[in-house]
């Protein structure tokens, strides 16, 4: 494997990226932000200018034998005959993919592959979880994938270095790996991803029974359960399509848990168990910039009964130097006396009690 | 009406805010900053104690006769009780709540005022739309209603000074007032807020069925759909429970949307066509900071064949001086040739279209 001057040490190059639109420029954008030697081909020309025009990389003029990894970004449909096609034209490179499902477009390799003389083992599956409600290379970044999942899909019958390649495309682009089975994360994706963007299609298609003037009332939580519904349609039709397996499964689940929500409309404590069903669930996912929400510890702090000692009770939380995660107010009815409850890191709990305590507050624990 | 100085001029005080919770102390943030006389009272008297401590008005200390309105903003449940109580003590006062139903407060409202004198005249429903996942005074803010919906529903049995005071408050917060009748209201909210929650619920609920590893790849787009999942489960009971009929028929409408989305899975061109409606959808309620989507109109320009020119096409837009709303790339298959679309308000397309062109730039229209 090469390693020029000024490439990444861990990901050669050159890179052919085919289909320039904003998952493909973006990979370009952030590859080239590192160092690596990358050339873009979109079936539109266009793309392919405004792709490299906005820095993700020349457009391709390398021989076919030159790329070392090809990187196919193009639309669902397209995929696997795209893959067939790069196996065969560059000797030399790995190819992956960026579909966002992976048991289809290997079924579809495999059929068309059949009878011909096409290398499989040099083909690693990806897919980096990221995207946004728009499209096209205008709005790609060299950041879509930092502290975003790529999952890569490798077989038994990849070579390990391959593989590594591939790992370390995403990782360049500053996203954390996630390796699996390719039938496991296309169940994964429809529970995660697929699912859920139908379920912001049906709570956004129920807007056309609503008056026009309803919609005044729409505020921010209806915005964030809806905003997925706005992505383009063309490309969802491909995604569900190819996971309709899957995707039908979790449709039939939640139908089974609608007709039990409707039965507990009318119980408001077993509606009220329903509705921490979701809240765990939805915990579970929390968090900032993409991560698991973050272990906490509470540090629990005397609330006197005069206004003016909270201001100072607060101005000491932050003199404490102590980042807080959440703030909350606990009470203790026996005593009629209120608890300021301080959630940090665990490792700077300790911290937070001494200086509180040293600045004369009751800290209980 | 009082009017001293200081205080608002369309807003007459002192004012007095039953429950001093996320929704209570923002109230009270609000006016205060906008010079109002503010006092504050909560079952839980560590919560006025915050809530005064940040700056939401000081504790209760008025004679019962001195308050001109006062807010109730306790849990649902204790809504209607509340303004029975609070329109025998204060003589004087218009009275206002903040829940999210309003024509179960009203029914429970009149059947608790039965047989007893009270003025039911004085009291005006109101309903804030704004909120987060987060409860209690620690994380009000005097911005919590700025540019948020306000419902007011007003009855005929309603004086106009009362509801002239209670429009005013909604407006000193900052939020766009909406006046509508109750019943109305209620089918409005079950449309636009009580669904979307429940869908957001039975996304996050399904999760229970998921390996901890796929988790891993959940994205922005699930943790949008069930970020409302995460509130409260004890309000949103209550909520849910008092608008139940309403939101019945809502989840009866999905449920039925369902089904006929199970029957276009295996039909792709069917399935986007439902896709499309969810997109409709969700494009009527989007928009920048809570407005509706700004109409706009396209300049489009011809996008030269050759990558340098392209960063002179983005700087070129740029000096033209005119907000950009939205980019996209456009192709004309015919002539192999890519487009530029480029939309801005209405009013400044014809001056983006001769700056551009002044730049020798070939635009199309």
């Known amino acids: 494997m090469t390693n020029p001057e000024g490439v990444s040490p861990i990901l050669g190059g050159p890179v052919l990226i085919v289909g320039a639109g904003l998952i493909g420029a973006s990979i370009g954008k952030a590859l080239v932000a590192a160092g690596v030697d990358v050339h873009l081909w979109d079936i539109d020309h266009s793309n392919a200018l405004v792709a490299a025009g906005r820095g993700a990389g020349q457009l391709d003029g390398l021989d076919d034998a ?77 950041e879509l994938f930092v502290d975003r999942t790529w999952v890569v899909t490798p077989r038994t019958d990849n070579r390990y270095d391959d593989v590594k390649q591939v790992v370390a495309l995403a990782q360049v682009c500053g996203a954390r790996v996630v390796s699996m089975d390719a039938g496991e994360h296309d169940r994964a994706v429809a529970e995660v991803s697929h699912l859920p963007h139908l379920m912001s299609i049906l709570t956004a298609a129920n807007l056309r029974h609503a008056r026009a003037e309803h919609l005044r009332l729409a505020g921010s939580g ?56 979701g809240q765990s669930g939805a915990r ?66 300790e911290q937070l009690r001494v200086s509180m305590r040293n600045h004369g507050w009751s800290v209980r624990s």
């Not at 030399?92 to 011909?116: P, R």
């Open 222 to 277: 209806i915005r964030d359960v809806t905003r997925i519904a706005r992505s383009q349609t063309a490309m969802w039709r491909q995604i569900l399509t190819s996971n309709r397996t899957e995707v039908r499964s979790q449709l039939e689940a939640i139908r089974d848990d609608l007709d039990d929500l409707l039965s507990r409309l009318d119980d408001p404590d077993r509606l009220e168990e329903f509705l921490g069903v």
């Open 66 to 142: 030159a790329y070392r990894i090809v990187v196919v970004a193009t639309p669902p449909s397209a995929v696997a005959s795209t893959i067939v096609e790069r196996l065969n034209r560059h000797p030399h490179a790995v190819i992956t993919d960026t579909a966002s499902v992976k048991g289809a477009i290997f079924t579809e390799l495999t059929d068309l592959a059949a009878g011909q003389d096409v290398d499989l083992a040099r083909y690693v599956g990806s897919h980096p979880m990221a995207g946004t409600q728009y499209a096209g290379p205008l709005t790609a970044s060299d």
């Open 284 to 349: 579970k996912i929390a968090g900032k910039h993409g991560h698991q929400m973050m272990e906490t510890t509470a540090v629990v702090v005397e609330i006197p009964d005069a206004p003016g000692a909270l201001a100072k009770l607060f101005g000491d939380v932050e003199a404490a130097g102590v980042n807080v995660e959440d703030l909350s107010v606990e009470h203790d009815p026996a005593r009629e006396v209120g608890f300021l409850s301080i959630d940090v890191a665990p490792d700077r709990a």
